[in-house]
């Protein structure tokens, strides 16, 4: 297994031609408080392999934010934008939310901050 810096790994293997089956992004949270958001979703959009040309093409990708000022629906623009940008299409293959340590209440909007899109990722 590879040990590095994410965003320059995968620019490396973009650049390589690597392609991959699956790529799992967890990062940290970027967005620690309101003013962070812009920056943060330059963070969350900069990766995201479906932007690289032939990336996780016919791949699959699970792509997620711990961040709490990311919304879902931000979250879900900054990655559709990406994949508009690679010229891929991105499916919705899977949206896990919440879990036992952190559930995600649906009263409770507060506690939908956990986000995990899998998508499959096709020319
Ligand atoms: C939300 S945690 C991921 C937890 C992981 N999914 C798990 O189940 O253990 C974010 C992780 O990203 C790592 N990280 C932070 N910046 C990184 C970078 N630039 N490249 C690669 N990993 C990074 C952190 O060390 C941390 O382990």
Known sequence: MDRANAFDLLRDYAAANRHYDTIVLDPPAFAKSKRDLEKALGGYKEPQPARD???????IL??????????????????????????????????????????????????????????????
């Not at 040309?53 to 791949?59: M, P």
């Not at 931000?74 to 899977?94: N, P």
């Open 53 to 59: 040309e032939d990336a996780a093409a016919g791949g």
């Open 62 to 123: 699970v792509t997620c934010s711990c961040s709490f000022h990311v919304s879902p629906h931000d979250f879900l623009k900054v990655v559709a934008d990406a994949a508009q940008d690679a010229h891929k299409i991105a499916a919705r293959a899977g949206e896990p939310r919440g879990g036992q340590g952190s559930p995600n209440m649906l009263n409770v909007p507060e506690t939908s901050y956990l986000q995990c899109l899998i998508l499959s990722v096709t020319n």
